[in-house]
């Protein structure tokens, strides 16, 4: 029997990776060695692309790394399917959009990740310099739809922490048609009279959880659309912005409905509404149940409980009919704080399909020091313990 040296045992590494770089440099792909540079002026896009474009092909784990500096982007999409499943993409840096609106306006989004699975984003500040379309926007001339900063699609396996997305061009993060998605330490910032800038956008997905995130903008904080099961919200700080919405549901005939939504410990400073359903008022197919919110504290809140299911943006263009969404199992437990209006609990329900199994328990909302008050309409369910304003169930 031979036996090996000891000597080649320890050269048997090293001659390893002398015949294999290729394999020895996908560990580890800093975005400065294929072109990128920290200036905020210079266009990296080409080499972000290159570095995924090796993280994707890898058989083995990969690690993106982007330093600390601004690195200008255009529209770019990360695309899979990827020949692994675990990808990691450090940002230390800032990545920042072009300054003229006009260069990203016209994309659906900024940054997308398409096809993808097991993708990891950790830390990054996106600055998509949304000011001057809001501006555009807001004086009422002509101007692009505006980006979305980041958005996810046909994606699983997600998980994103410490992000900051500040001034977006329309929403900030979407995630769309996905399975088993985790945003944790999520920061956004936006004016409060920014238009369309919704913080974080669900629909067709499942299995999203978001925590310990703080959203500031001139939407909705988070918002639900059709399909979106298995969503699951907690520590949630909002404000300025509308509240968490689900919906607008029943823009469609044929839509998918939401479900399983649990909203736990969230917190709405000066916000338009609070916890809210909102639904066209047209004939749908689609429905809202099994919806829990706990832990709420209102301060403030122009509309803090709300289920509008004749909901019509500016009252333009309203369809003026009967939603046919249907609103069930819904409850509200532990909601205490300030109302900026007189009714803090609005239930304006469908007469064709009236809301039901609605369950108050422990809610306490006062307005200007006094009690506020509720207003039912079709809307069926039961009260629990403290409620006030008083129950018009």
């Not at 958005?151 to 998980?159: D, V």
């Not at 669900?202 to 903008?217: D, P, R, W």
């Not at 749908?284 to 403030?300: D, E, L, P």
Request: with cysteine.
């Amino acid at each position: 029997m031979t036996t090996t040296s000891p000597l080649l045992l320890l050269l048997l590494p090293l001659l390893f990776l002398f015949i294999s770089p290729s394999l020895s440099a996908l560990t580890k792909l800093n975005v400065l060695s294929y072109g990128a540079k920290p200036d905020g002026s210079a266009d990296s896009t080409k080499a972000f692309l290159a570095a995924w474009a090796l993280a994707c092909a890898s058989t083995t784990p990969a690690s993106i790394y982007v330093p600390r500096g601004s690195f200008l982007l255009r529209n770019v999409k990360f695309q899979g399917h990827c020949n692994n499943r675990a990808i990691s993409i450090r940002i230390d840096g800032t990545l920042v959009a072009p300054v003229d609106y006009r260069v990203i306006g016209n994309a659906d989004s900024w940054v997308a990740f398409q096809d993808v699975d097991g993708v990891s984003i950790f830390g990054g500040k996106f600055d998509a310099r949304g000011a001057s379309l809001w501006a555009c926007k807001n004086s009422g001339n002509s101007c692009p739809g505006g980006a979305t900063t980041l958005s996810f699609s046909k994606s699983k396996n997600i998980f994103v922490v410490g992000l900051t997305s500040i001034n977006s061009q329309m929403f900030h993060i979407v995630i769309n048609g996905c399975q088993n998605v985790k945003m944790q330490g999520v920061t956004v910032t936006a004016s409060g009279n920014s238009p369309n800038t919704d913080g974080i956008h669900v629909q067709l997905s499942s299995g999203v959880t978001i925590l310990n995130s703080k959203i500031q903008t001139g939407d909705d904080c988070v918002s639900i659309g059709p399909g979106a099961t298995n969503l699951w919200m907690e520590k949630i700080t909002c404000g300025p912005g509308h509240g968490i919405s689900i919906g607008s549901l029943g823009k469609d005939q044929n839509e998918a409905g939401v479900q399983n939504v649990t909203v736990k410990t969230a917190t709405f400073i000066g916000t338009q509404n609070g916890v809210r359903i909102k639904s066209w008022a047209r004939p749908s197919n689609g429905f809202a149940r099994n919806i829990v919110f706990q832990h709420v504290t209102m301060k403030n809140v122009q509309n803090p409980i709300v289920i509008d299911q004749n909901y019509c943006p500016g009252n333009k263009n309203c369809p003026d009919q009967v939603s046919g969404v249907e609103v069930s199992d819904v409850t509200y437990q532990d909601i205490h704080g300030t109302s900026a209006t007189q009714v803090a609990v609005n239930f304006d329900c469908s007469s064709k399909h009236p809301c039901s199994g609605i369950r108050l328990e422990g809610v306490t909302l006062t307005y200007k020091n006094d009690v506020a008050a509720a207003s039912c309409k079709h809307a069926g369910g039961t009260s629990f313990g403290v409620v006030q304003p008083t129950s018009c169930l």
